[in-house]
């Protein structure tokens, strides 16, 4: 039985790249359902791209998770496959994958996929996302290699890291950051519900954000209706995370904020 394969990158859609992928896909996997999880990850950003799949990855169907953000493709860093109680996750050993691996268990194994039998020959090496990872994902979907096939054993312990920031939390405030702004100008952060809680910040209270030299007040409420148009507020987030948002607006705009961003949280 072919499993699903889910897949997320920075090819954006303007260019050929995601189509091809998934013509590899179909010729290798065609019974599997590949389900794009988004292809608008900034171009080369490796943080962003892994804080997309750790928020995805706990709605995704068990199976092959190939994740293609790859700024170091055709260097030494190396291509890699894992193996998790959740299924395979294919794509570059530079931090794009580590987040979603630990928050479904953890790898149990992993491979450098350096076997040339499940690669696409090419002169060239900047496209490990149509000639590496896709033929791994698609053998490993649809049972046509073994994980082992793939490629060399490697532990993964010494599989690269991806480093994210935790909030700092003090009687009274919470010093954070901006992981996420969503289209809709909708600003999420390292900061849970818990940490301001801890804080002594509840839901219902008036929050002094701060950001640079900057400070605003918003109030913690509930859903976005729950203050008058143009009116800021915080709220948690459908991943549940202290986000930031303008109803009707644009909460980056309103605070300033963009990903990476310092934010600091006090009660009113």
């Excluded at 570059?92 to 630990?102: I, K, Q």
């Excluded at 509930?222 to 948002?245: F, N």
Aim: proline share 6%; hydrophobic share 45%.
């Amino acid at each position: 039985m072919s499993m699903a394969i889910s897949f997320l990158s920075d090819f954006g859609l303007d260019d050929e790249f995601v189509g091809v992928v998934h013509g590899v896909l179909g010729r290798l996997a065609p019974a599997s359902r590949v389900i794009d999880v988004t292809h608008g990850v900034a171009r080369g950003d490796v943080r962003a791209g892994s804080l997309a799949l750790l928020r995805a990855v706990q709605y995704l169907p068990q199976g092959v998770v190939l994740g293609v953000v790859d700024p170091g493709v055709g260097t030494d860093r190396l291509p890699i496959a894992i193996e998790t109680e959740f299924g395979f996750f294919v794509g570059p050993d530079n931090g794009l994958l580590s987040p979603a691996v630990a928050v479904v268990g953890g790898a149990s194994r992993a491979v450098v996929i350096d076997n040339p039998e499940v690669r696409i020959p090419s002169r060239g090496a900047t496209f490990d996302g149509r000639d590496v990872f896709a033929p791994a994902a698609a053998l490993l979907a649809s049972g046509g290699a073994k994980f082992e096939d793939l490629g060399s054993p490697i532990d993964p312990a010494v599989l690269t890291p991806q480093l994210l920031p935790l909030p700092e939390v003090s009687e009274g405030s919470v010093s954070g950051e901006a992981w996420w702004v969503d289209r809709f100008g909708n600003v999420e952060t390292n900061v849970s519900p818990e940490d301001l809680a801890a804080a002594g910040i509840a839901e219902g209270d008036r929050v002094v954000v701060t950001v640079g030299s900057q400070s605003r007040e918003a109030p913690w409420v509930r859903a976005y209706g729950d203050v008058d148009e143009g009116l800021p507020l915080l709220h948690v987030d459908s991943y549940g995370m202290i986000a930031l948002a303008v109803r009707s607006g644009r909460a980056d705009q309103f605070f300033g904020l963009g990903e990476g961003t310092a934010v600091r949280f006090v009660k009113d």
